[in-house]
């Protein structure tokens, strides 16, 4: 089993950054890919960011492209996102997820994760 805890959401005024965390424990998380996924209450949770077992392959929505930053430490079972330039459209809980590989363009899909956090919730104000 894997458990995936979110931290580092907040309110924060546009124009402004926020730094997510994941913490993962049990089973290993250092040989899959991880991901960011955001929803927002009526709509369909979507694709913000995934980063292969290694890091050294990123993957990123258009919409995030150039103001989301996702990184991880092996060693920590860490997983960040540093966001910047943050928008009110970007308003959402955001999930952190193992996925069931470890790296690929699958991972902009839902179904490629197997393991979920519980979510944070980011606010930003216009």
């Known amino acids: 089993q894997v458990q995936l805890v979110e931290s580092g959401g907040g309110l924060v005024q546009a124009g402004g950054s926020l730094r997510l965390s994941c913490a993962a424990s049990g089973r290993t998380v250092s040989t899959y890919a991880m991901g960011w996924f955001r929803q927002t209450p009526g709509k369909e949770r979507e694709f913000v960011a995934a980063?292969?077992?290694?890091?050294?392959?990123?993957y990123y929505a258009d919409s995030v492209k150039g103001r989301f930053t996702i990184s991880r430490d092996n060693a920590k079972k860490t997983v960040y996102l540093q966001m910047n330039s943050l928008k009110p459209e970007d308003t959402a809980v955001y999930y952190c997820?193992?996925?069931?590989?470890?790296?690929?363009?699958?991972?902009?899909?839902?179904?490629?994760?197997?393991?979920w956090g519980q979510g944070t919730q980011v606010t930003v104000s216009s």
């Open positions: 980063i292969s077992w290694s890091g050294g392959s990123t």
């Open positions: 997820a193992r996925s069931r590989y470890s790296t690929g363009t699958l991972l902009q899909r839902g179904d490629a994760y197997g393991y």
